[in-house]
């Protein structure tokens, strides 16, 4: 809440001039406020997704984008990613004897009957196949050649609202853009 005391008529006359400074600069340092705690929601998001998911951080940069930022007129900061459910190879994944060991939602853990090369077991190798280090599971017959690549459970867009990631965008929204507002606010005016 915001409180102001006048003594004379001085204090008055700069009183309604922060008035008019407020109208005039207020729109325009306003959209400013919004987009320096967009970029610090942003960061916030992307430092929670990182240890939400598991993924390394510069995927997880490539992949939240902020789409709309704020201007006058339009006071709106929003982040978007878009893509369906990721691919084992980005969560550091690792041949072992009983399958890919890899880190989904950073937690390790087994995928049996996949690989990553071909081979028997110590000597693994990769002959005429590019696997790109991908993760595959066979389709089929234990022989055949049909493979398909192994996707984890995690969806980068599921995961940006819901738990701690959600919780940081909005604290940043509702605990650090009130404060900020009000301090413009009292320098206009004074």
Known sequence: ????????????RRYADGI???????????????NQVGRRARTRVVRNLTKQTGLHRRVIVRAVKNVDKAKSGKLLYSLKSKGGFIRLKYFNARETRRGVSATPFGKRRIFGGTFIMGGLFPYRHVKQWNLDG??????????????????????????????ETREAFEH???????????????????
């Open 1 to 12: 809440m915001f409180t102001s005391r006048w003594q004379n008529i001085e204090g008055l």
């Open 20 to 34: 008019k400074r407020l109208n005039t600069e207020f729109p325009k340092v306003l959209p400013r406020i919004v």
């Open 134 to 163: 991908h993760v595959y599971r066979r389709i089929g017959k234990a022989s055949s050649r049909h493979v398909t690549q192994v996707r984890s459970e995690v969806r980068i867009p599921d995961e940006m609202i819901r738990g």
């Open 172 to 190: 940043e929204a509702s605990v650090t853009m009130p404060p900020r507002i009000e301090a413009v606010i009292r320098k206009l005016l004074t």
